[in-house]
């Protein structure tokens, strides 16, 4: 899957011979996938110059010069680089997260030289959140018509995880390119089964639906109460906790607020 989205186009002559042209543009890939870059030419011709370069270090991985192509050797795209001779378009497959990067092409074509900057970034497939609550707010729920649960993955980078109430999103936490694991707070009505946690990056989505009255029925005989009965998950999530409480603060008030406004609405 790949999106590309032209960035920037700017356009600055040097010396009057040679016209340089920067384009940027970034791509979106998922972890395992292929991504290509295109030079946009069509037909390269005997005394027109390509390279590919990667990373802050602009280390070359590819060129065509005087209708030779040469391949420099690098860990980290061997068996997986195929250049079109035609074109000069790049093709990397099953790609992982060290694929991400700038990739320069540099084209010399009638002594005109133009750059383009391709700015990857791969993407695991963000994983299903797993839900769950206090088991103390189970025992209050026969009271209260409202009880606080928690939805979390662990791990993740470059994600943004969010509460639905039908198509509204009530509240989001994100996170760039740190892997840290995210625990978002909702306060939900008992009686109310319209709720869902999502979870997202610019290539994957999970979303789970909140049911409530499931959540209580687990509870019994447990610390905590979750949308999944595996004691793995449980363990891990326990751990999780201590990251949940610091969240929990920071977002608590605004979501008692928001789910305040929405009661006092009806
Ligand atoms: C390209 O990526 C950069 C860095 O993430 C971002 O700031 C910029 O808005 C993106 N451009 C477009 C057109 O999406
Ligand atoms: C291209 O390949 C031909 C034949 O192998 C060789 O004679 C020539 O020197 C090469 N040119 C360059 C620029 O490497
Ligand atoms: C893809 O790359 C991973 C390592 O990043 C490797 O373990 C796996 O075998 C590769 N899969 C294919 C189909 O080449
Ligand atoms: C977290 O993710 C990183 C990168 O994806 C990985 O190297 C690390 O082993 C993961 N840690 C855990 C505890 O899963
Ligand atoms: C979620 O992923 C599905 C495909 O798995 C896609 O059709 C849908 O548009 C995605 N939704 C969002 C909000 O990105």
Known sequence: MIHAVLFCSCCFLLDGVFGVET?????????????????????????????????SSKTRITR???????????????????????????????????????????IIINNKKSIKRFVVIVYAPVPVPVIFSDVSQCSLSAERSSRIVLC?????????????????????????????SLSLPLEVEYQDNTYSCVIYNPVS???KHLDISGLCQICSDCNLCFDTPEAVIRLVVTALMGVAAVVAVVLLVNDIRRVGRAQTNK
Do not use: C, P
């Open 152 to 180: 979390s993955v662990l791990n993740v980078s470059h994600v943004t995880l969010s509460w639905y109430k039908g198509i509204s999103v009530l509240s989001s936490i994100s996170v760039s390119d740190l892997s840290i």
């Open 205 to 207: 989505n999970q979303t």
């Open 64 to 106: 065509i010069a005087a209708g030779n192509v040469t391949e420099y050797d690098d860990e980290r795209f061997r068996d997986r680089l195929q250049l079109e001779r035609q074109t000069g378009d790049l093709t990397i497959t099953n790609v992982s997260n060290e694929h991400s990067g700038v990739y320069q092409l540099s």
């Open 23 to 55: 384009d940027e543009i970034n791509v979106s890939v998922m972890e395992g996938d292929s991504f290509t870059l295109r030079t946009g030419l069509t037909d390269i011709q005997s005394d027109d110059e390509i390279e590919w370069r990667f990373g």
